[in-house]
């Protein structure tokens, strides 16, 4: 069954950390571009993170950068997103996102990506 599973979401308090996990089952672990998006309500989605899987090239939000680190473990399908000085705004679902096509770039751009998961759910209070 094609599907991505995030796990690893939670509460936390303003400047603590999470990690969260993307297992890929099926066919929709991306040998081109794995991606973390984000989306607060009242919120369009937005791109936080994304992979060339292949060969691990990585693309961050502005917002996020020296703060969020994506990694991944191809031999476990398994996309990471190490979250570090998580700040209030930082509080949405997250998901996990596979974009099949080759494109040259990963995109931050929701709508490139083709395959998601059902999210996970950051708080973070100050």
């Known amino acids: 069954q094609d599907q991505l599973v995030e796990s690893g979401g939670g509460s936390v308090e303003a400047g603590g950390s999470l990690r969260l996990s993307c297992a890929a089952f099926?066919?929709?672990?991306?040998?081109?571009?794995m991606g973390w998006f984000r989306q607060a309500p009242g919120s369009e989605r937005e791109g936080v993170a994304t992979i060339y899987t292949s060969g691990g090239i990585t693309y961050y939000a502005d917002s996020v950068k020296g703060r969020f680190t994506i990694s991944r473990d191809n031999a476990k399908n398994t996309v990471y997103l190490q979250m570090r000085s998580l700040k209030p705004e930082d509080t949405a679902m997250y998901y996990c996102a596979a974009d099949l096509s080759a494109r040259g770039y990963c995109s931050l751009s929701a709508p490139m990506y083709k395959y998601w998961g059902q999210g996970t759910q950051v708080t973070v209070s100050s």
């Open positions: 099926g066919n929709t672990y991306s040998r081109n571009c």
